[in-house]
């Protein structure tokens, strides 16, 4: 159960009814974890940067890599929602999350995302240096930077104990193991 109630659109502040339909309008629909950080503009804008990176990464890394290594992250925090989110993308663009057939570039990011989660005092320098043979500077601050969003957001939703969307329910590992 979650620890903070989601707004409502029906009692919520017009700059909060803004917030709901802009993403609305951008994605169909409103999560359960961004209905809760509306009780806060500047909370919520500030997890919306999200976005920015995602944005920019795509070019870079393309949509697949960014899925697996936001699951990568989000699997390894054990952060439901999130792990959740991007089983589900995945999963739903025909990927085999038991026999993942990864290149170089996204195995390195699994292992990035892994190592983040886990212990990011303590990356194993032949990361580093796969970063460093695919990427530029910019490029992999970036990636970083991305990952730091990632891990917030998964720590959002699990200190918030944020409830699960109903729309995930039937992407949970326990369901797709039956």
């Not at 290594?69 to 989000?74: G, K, L, Q, T």
């Not at 085999?96 to 995302?113: A, K, Y």
Request: proline share 3%.
């Amino acid at each position: 159960m979650s620890y903070i109630p989601m707004t409502e659109y029906e009692t919520s502040s017009q700059e909060v009814r803004n917030e709901y339909d802009d993403q609305i309008a951008k994605h169909g629909r409103i999560t359960n974890m961004k209905r809760t950080l509306l009780h806060n503009v500047p909370s919520f804008k500030a997890y919306m940067e999200w976005y920015t990176l995602y944005d920019e990464l795509v070019p870079v890394l393309g949509e697949r890599a960014l899925a697996i290594f936001s699951y990568a992250i989000s699997t390894g925090n054990n952060c439901l929602i999130c792990g959740t989110f991007f089983r589900k993308i995945l999963i739903d663009n025909g990927e085999d999350l038991d026999n993942p057939n990864l290149s170089e570039q996204e195995q390195l990011l699994v292992d990035l995302g892994v190592a983040i989660a886990k212990n990011p005092h303590n990356i194993a320098d032949e990361i580093y240096d796969g970063l460093k043979k695919f990427y530029t500077d910019e490029q992999i601050v970036t990636i970083i930077a991305f990952a730091g969003i990632m891990y917030a957001t998964n720590l959002f939703n699990t200190v918030a104990k944020v409830d699960l969307d109903e729309v995930l329910y039937n992407y949970t590992a326990d369901k797709n193991k039956e």
